[in-house]
C-alpha cells in the first residue's frame, strides 16, 4: 500500500492529478475498524484539457508507463487495485479540498475527512454506504458542528 500512496504522490507533484484524497472503505479505515474492501477508492481533481473537457486518458497513460496494468475499473498500482473517481459533484469538489493530511507508514496521503465519507455515503445511498454510515457514526470521531454544515450545504439528512 504505501508503494501504492507513493505513485499517487507522485502524480499529483507531476501534474497528471491535480490533487487526491482516498476515500471510500479504505478511507474510512483511517477512522473506523476496517472493513473489507477489494481496492483502493482515490477521488481525483483532473487538469482540464484545452478544450475544457476531464479526462482520464493521461492519467492512465502515465500508469501505464510505469507499467501498471488496468483491471477493469481499476488500476494495479504495485499490487493494489486503485479506482479513481474524479470528483464529479460539489460535495466531492468540497471534500477533496478539505481532505487531511495524514501519514500511512513513513507517506505522507491525503484522506477525506470522517464527515464527508459520511455524506458521500449518505449521498450514494447503496446498502454498503448505509452500513458505513452507521459504522461512522458510532466510532468515527465526528465533528458534530462540522458534519450537520456539510450535510445542510448539500442538502443531506441524517436518519
Same mark, same amino acid.
Given at each position: 500500500?504505501?508503494?501504492?500512496?507513493? *505513485?499517487?504522490?507522485?502524480?499529483?507533484?507531476?501534474?497528471?492529478?491535480?490533487?487526491?484524497?482516498?476515500?471510500?472503505?479504505?478511507?474510512?479505515?483511517?477512522?473506523?475498524?476496517?472493513?473489507?474492501?477489494?481496492?483502493?477508492?482515490?477521488?481525483?481533481?483532473?487538469?482540464?484539457?484545452?478544450?475544457?473537457? #476531464?479526462? #482520464?486518458?493521461?492519467?492512465?497513460?502515465?500508469?501505464?508507463?510505469?507499467?501498471?496494468?488496468?483491471?477493469?475499473?481499476?488500476?494495479?498500482?504495485?499490487? *493494489?487495485?486503485? !479506482?479513481?473517481?474524479?470528483?464529479?459533484?460539489?460535495?466531492?469538489?468540497?471534500? $477533496?479540498?478539505?481532505?487531511?493530511?495524514? !501519514?500511512?507508514?513513513?507517506?505522507?496521503?491525503?484522506?477525506?475527512?470522517?464527515?464527508?465519507?459520511?455524506?458521500?455515503?449518505?449521498?450514494?445511498?447503496?446498502?454498503?454506504?448505509?452500513?458505513?454510515?452507521?459504522?461512522?457514526?458510532?466510532?468515527?470521531? #465526528?465533528?458534530?458542528?462540522? $458534519?450537520?454544515?456539510?450535510?445542510?450545504?448539500?442538502? #443531506?439528512?441524517?436518519?
Amino acid at each position: 500500500m504505501e508503494a501504492t500512496l507513493k *505513485v499517487l504522490n507522485d502524480l499529483e507533484r507531476s501534474g497528471i492529478v491535480s490533487r487526491y484524497a482516498i476515500g471510500g472503505a479504505m478511507g474510512a479505515t483511517f477512522y473506523i475498524e476496517p472493513v473489507v474492501t477489494f481496492d483502493l477508492d482515490v477521488f481525483v481533481v483532473l487538469p482540464q484539457t484545452s478544450g475544457g473537457l #476531464l479526462t #482520464l486518458a493521461p492519467l492512465y497513460e502515465a500508469l501505464r508507463k510505469r507499467g501498471c496494468a488496468e483491471e477493469g475499473e481499476c488500476v494495479n498500482i504495485e499490487g *493494489v487495485p486503485v !479506482q479513481f473517481l474524479p470528483a464529479y459533484n460539489a460535495l466531492l469538489e468540497e471534500a $477533496l479540498e478539505e481532505a487531511r493530511e495524514m !501519514q500511512y507508514e513513513a507517506t505522507p496521503t491525503r484522506v477525506l475527512r470522517a464527515e464527508h465519507l459520511l455524506a458521500i455515503a449518505l449521498q450514494t445511498g447503496r446498502d454498503k454506504d448505509r452500513d458505513r454510515v452507521r459504522l461512522l457514526r458510532e466510532q468515527a470521531p #465526528l465533528g458534530q458542528a462540522y $458534519l450537520k454544515a456539510v450535510l445542510d450545504r448539500h442538502g #443531506l439528512v441524517l436518519q
